[in-house]
Nanobody
Framework: QVQLVESGGGLVQAGGSLRLSCAAS????????MGWFRQAPGKEREFVAA???????NQADSVRGRFTISRDYAKNSVYLQMNTLKPEDTAVYYC?????????????????WGQGTQVTVSS
């Protein structure tokens, strides 16, 4: 059974930092691209960041320079380091895996999803 399990969410003040983790189990994701998406109440799910199987990264304009995605192949895990958090970053954050390895902005191209972790940034 394939599982993606996120952790590391919580409540933080504006300007603070959080590090999200996503642990994959059930198969190796070595050749998958991994992505982070988020969804705020009443809004569409949006792309945050992705990393390809070869380590190439890309981020949404809204988080570029503040958020960093990374992965640990040995641990079958991916991380999202979030710095200088803003109230508008408040959302449920989801980890996802793309079997094609491309890591695009399109959520429909991801095959596996975690259950999400809540991030709340207070002003």
């Amino acid at each position: 059974q394939v599982q993606l399990v996120e952790s590391g969410g919580g409540l933080v003040q504006a300007g603070g930092s959080l590090r999200l983790s996503c642990a994959a189990s059930g198969r190796t994701f070595r050749w998958h691209a991994m992505g982070w998406f988020r969804q705020a109440p009443g809004k569409e799910r949006e792309f945050v960041a992705a990393i390809t199987w070869s380590g190439v990264t890309n981020q949404a304009d809204s988080v570029r320079g503040r958020f960093t995605i990374s992965r640990d192949y040995a641990k079958n895990s991916v991380y999202l380091q979030m710095n200088t958090l803003k109230p508008e970053d408040t959302a449920v954050y989801y980890c996802a895996a793309d079997s094609r390895g491309l890591g695009t902005h399109d959520a429909s191209e991801y095959d596996y999803w975690g259950q999400g972790t809540q991030v709340t940034v207070s002003s």
